[in-house]
């Protein structure tokens, strides 16, 4: 056991690094999204500030710090300055529990790559996600504008009709883990079948709780096709209207934020976490300690760069449903569909057993 | 140590919301102080140990039904209520009915000897063991409360549905 000073210390590190690694990677992720879309629609995206337009993402920061932060009249102000407050500091809360490698030991401490290891970890995610609604619903009501209403309307019914879908495709996968902690889920998925196939979740039978959670993520996160709460060409800008400077910013941290705690739980869940894709861990055992630590890293930032890669893809290809149709597709669709794979799972679990 | 004064902390956020969710003229601070207290009284589960129920309590509480009390008052654009200085019985009767209530159940609290407290993270609230009660020892209660709720569910439909609509479908198909 660690020592109460130690273990202070050892956290607040961990918090500090976790904060600037996801609060970098979301900067990169606007960049990077900026990039791929720009190439997808034939343009060339940020190219004038550094070498491919890489010092974008700070050029964009000195620009939110430095414009001006109107608030317009009329606004419910305790609320209208909360509201992004509230939805980023939502965002980067969930980090917390999310776990992106093995132990490490470093000056004789060992410590898992995460900031605190709960073991309920999983439902402290969907808790602090579900939370993250308050933000966007109390910027589109205490900015008094129709727009902003009817985007922040549309968020809260949205995103608590698949987060009944998303929790119900995780269930299954807790069921075939048997446990909460998303360490020992990712544990459970190490080794493979027949020598080659890895037995992540994906694999064992969890590939329709795969795509439901997909689906439920992208609409959870208000991403297109399903970002009807700024649907720009109904809404304007929709919840954010109002905002500007560095409280709109705040959204859009706390938006590319989520993204990446999807795309995270999304691996930790259904693709192996941190293990290796391809072939067997056990030269592990011989490595350095160096790359004992880097590469499940590597391997897990790996995944998450594909989800966001996939984020950015869809976006670039799909158009946005109309409101009626992404309820259909949760309510009729998504949810039904996630129950009979919980019985299917539940019943397949119960006759191994 | 370090438990007790986070549970002060939090037992007394907790009443200073429930208080401040009365105080407040406008619903959406009242609801908000309403989602307060039920985040405060899930750290409050936690560190008595249930932390399952803590979890739930943050996502189907201030997670889910909250947003919906949110999504009504932003729907209906509820204005601030109106004031009326007519209720004096509440006056008269409430406040010292309140605290003669918090009195009373204090004293029997501090004379009873057989009335432990709970210590911190005594209560055993491991999902294993709230699912071995519900699905095991409490099956048939925990079924007929689904039943239940789907009875209100449907209730809800039809209460929601508009009859002249219906109809007007019959009559079409």
Redesign the interface.
């Known amino acids: 056991m660690l020592s109460v000073g130690t273990f202070v210390l050892v956290s607040i590190i961990k918090t500090v690094i976790a904060l600037v690694v996801l609060l970098t990677a979301v900067a990169y992720s606007v960049w990077l999204e900026r990039k791929v879309v720009g190439h997808m629609q034939n343009r060339w995206g940020p190219t004038r500030v550094g070498p491919f337009g890489l010092l974008q993402p700070l050029a964009d920061g000195a620009k939110f710090l430095l414009k001006e932060d109107l608030t317009p009249p009329y606004v419910y102000k305790p609320?209208y300055i909360a509201a992004p407050m509230i939805a980023v500091v939502f965002a980067l809360t969930s980090i917390a529990v999310i776990p992106v490698g093995n132990s490490v030991s470093l000056f004789g401490i060992t410590t898992p790559l995460q900031i605190t290891d709960?073991?309920?970890g999983l439902?402290?995610v969907?808790?602090?996600t579900?939370?993250g609604?308050?933000g966007i619903?109390?910027a589109?009501?205490s900015s008094n504008s129709k727009y902003s209403?009817l985007g922040?309307?549309r968020a809260?019914?949205q995103?608590?009709s698949y987060?009944i879908a998303l929790?119900l495709s995780l269930i299954g996968v807790m069921i075939t883990a048997g446990s909460?902690s998303l360490r020992d889920i990712v544990d459970a998925q190490g080794g493979t079948f027949l020598g080659f196939i890895p037995r992540w979740n994906i694999f064992q039978g969890q590939f329709v709780a795969f795509f439901i959670y997909l689906m439920a993520a992208f609409a959870e996160t208000n991403r297109i096709p399903f970002d009807l709460p700024e649907a720009e060409t109904e809404l304007v800008a929709g919840y954010h209207t109002e905002y500007s400077a560095m409280k709109f910013a705040m959204f859009f941290m706390a938006e590319y934020a989520n993204m990446i705690t999807v795309a995270c739980l999304a691996s930790l869940l259904f693709l192996g976490g941190w293990h290796q894709p391809i072939g067997s861990e056990a030269w592990m055992q011989n490595a350095p300690q160096i790359v004992q630590a880097i590469l499940p890293i590597f391997w897990f930032a790996l995944r998450i760069f594909g989800f966001i890669f996939l984020y950015i893809w869809i976006r670039g290809t799909l158009p946005r449903f109309r409101y009626d149709q992404l309820m259909a597709f949760g309510w009729k669709f998504l949810f039904p569909l996630a129950i009979a794979n919980l019985i299917v799972t539940a019943l397949i679990v119960a006759l191994k057993s | 140590m370090l438990h007790l004064i986070i549970f002060l902390v939090f037992g007394l956020i907790c009443v200073a919301g429930a208080v401040n969710l009365l105080v407040q003229s406008h619903p959406?601070n009242s609801a908000?102080s309403l989602?307060a207290v039920m985040?405060s009284l899930?750290v409050e589960y936690l560190l008595l140990g249930a932390?399952?129920v803590a979890?739930?309590q943050?996502?189907i509480y201030?997670?889910?039904i909250m947003?919906?009390f949110?999504?009504v008052?932003?729907?209906l654009?509820a204005g601030v209520e109106e004031r009326t200085s007519g209720s004096k019985v509440a006056v008269i009767f409430g406040v010292p009915g309140v605290l003669i209530g918090s009195a009373l159940v204090a004293w029997v609290l501090l004379t009873r000897s057989d009335t432990n407290p709970v210590n911190v993270g005594a209560l055993p609230g491991?999902?294993k063991t709230i699912a071995g009660l519900l699905f095991h020892d409490f099956l048939l209660p925990f079924e007929i409360t689904s039943v239940l709720v789907l009875i209100a569910i449907m209730g809800a439909v039809v209460l929601a549905s508009h009859p002249e609509s219906v109809q007007q479908a019959k009559r079409e198909g």
């Open positions: 609320l709960v073991n309920i439902l402290v969907l808790g602090v579900s939370l609604v308050y619903a109390l589109g009501w209403l922040g309307l809260s019914a995103m608590v987060e929790g909460f | 959406i908000l989602i985040a899930a932390e399952f979890a739930v943050v996502i201030a997670g889910a947003v919906l949110v999504f008052i932003m729907l654009n491991d999902p």
